[in-house]
Nanobody, 118 residues
Framework: VQLVESGGGLVQPGGSLRLSCAAS????????MGWFRQAPGKEREAVSC????????YYADPVKGRFTISRDNAANTVYLQMNSLKPEDTAVYYC????????????WGKGTLVTVSS
């Protein structure tokens, strides 16, 4: 399984970004997919996940109402639309694939940096 994130960058507070995670063929059919982030000096945390079986989604409390996860199985890509960004959203964002988003993922991308600053 290969995962490649893109879409990170510098954005002002209140702005938007869309992250993409390109996965190797059929990964989205077999695994739950998730976005995680790690800020400097902090542990990696789950941000949002989407199930491969029924499309059920999970959002961490700090991002509810602002972030939206989606997937395109035909394109083997998972997206994270991030709106109303805050400085505290600054982190390296990682894409993961596995059986259970909150227990642990089996495969990881290398990450993409999101910086929210004026």
């Amino acid at each position: 399984v290969q995962l490649v994130e893109s879409g990170g960058g510098l954005v002002q507070p209140g702005g938007s970004l869309r992250l993409s995670c390109a996965a190797s063929r059929r990964t989205l059919n077999y695994y739950t997919m998730g976005w995680f982030r790690q800020a400097p000096g902090k542990e990696r945390e789950a941000v949002s996940c989407i199930s491969n079986s029924d499309g059920a989604t999970y959002y961490a409390d700090p991002v509810k109402g602002r972030f939206t996860i989606s997937r395109d199985n035909a394109a083997n890509t998972v997206y994270l639309q991030m709106n109303s960004l805050k400085p505290e959203d600054t982190a390296v964002y990682y894409c993961g694939a596995g059986e259970d988003c909150l227990v642990g993922m089996d495969y990881w991308g290398k990450g993409t940096l999101v910086t929210v600053s004026s």
